[in-house]
């Protein structure tokens, strides 16, 4: 057995693999594959080693910065996605004319009163 580096599928090194010595070649090794027999160098923080076919390089390991395009919903837009639909809002008004109370009154003024106007 002889331990061998391990490769991604763009060159960079990910860790350690085990090759096996050749049954029909004694002191030849069988290297699995996306792996290398090579000497890993030193990397260094924020590094990381790319295998160019015949030696490591080092590279900086990109930084990635999340952009949020995601804007704040207006005062409107929180209250269109809290409003009950027209449909559960009439038959709000009906009952309440029906049985003398206000429902769609408390909820709507509930809602107003939550995302006020600027």
């Given at each position: 057995?002889k331990?061998?580096?391990q490769?991604?599928?763009?060159?960079?090194?990910?860790g350690?693999s085990?090759?096996?010595?050749?049954?029909?070649?004694?002191?030849?090794?069988?290297?699995?594959?996306?792996?290398?027999?090579?000497e890993?160098?030193?990397?260094?923080?924020?590094?990381?080693?790319?295998?160019?076919?015949?030696?490591?390089?080092l590279?900086?390991?990109p930084v990635?910065?999340?952009?949020?395009?995601?804007?704040?919903?207006?005062?409107?837009?929180?209250?269109?996605?809290?409003?009950?639909?027209?449909?559960d809002?009439?038959?709000?008004?009906?009952?309440?004319?029906?049985?003398?109370?206000?429902?769609?009154?408390?909820?709507?003024?509930?809602?107003?009163?939550?995302?006020?106007?600027?």
């Open positions: 057995m331990q061998v580096i490769l991604d599928s763009n060159g960079y090194a990910i350690f085990i090759a096996d010595e050749s049954p029909l070649e004694p002191g030849a090794y069988l290297i699995p594959k996306n792996c290398v027999d090579a890993l160098p030193t990397i260094p923080e924020a590094k990381r080693a790319k295998w160019t076919g015949d030696q490591f390089i590279e900086d390991i990635i910065i999340e952009q949020t395009t995601q804007q704040e919903l207006t005062y409107y837009e929180k209250r269109e996605a809290e409003y009950p639909n027209i449909k809002q009439l038959d709000m008004l009906y009952w309440d004319k029906m049985n003398q109370t206000s429902t769609w009154e408390d909820s709507i003024t509930k809602i107003k009163t939550k995302y006020p106007k600027p």
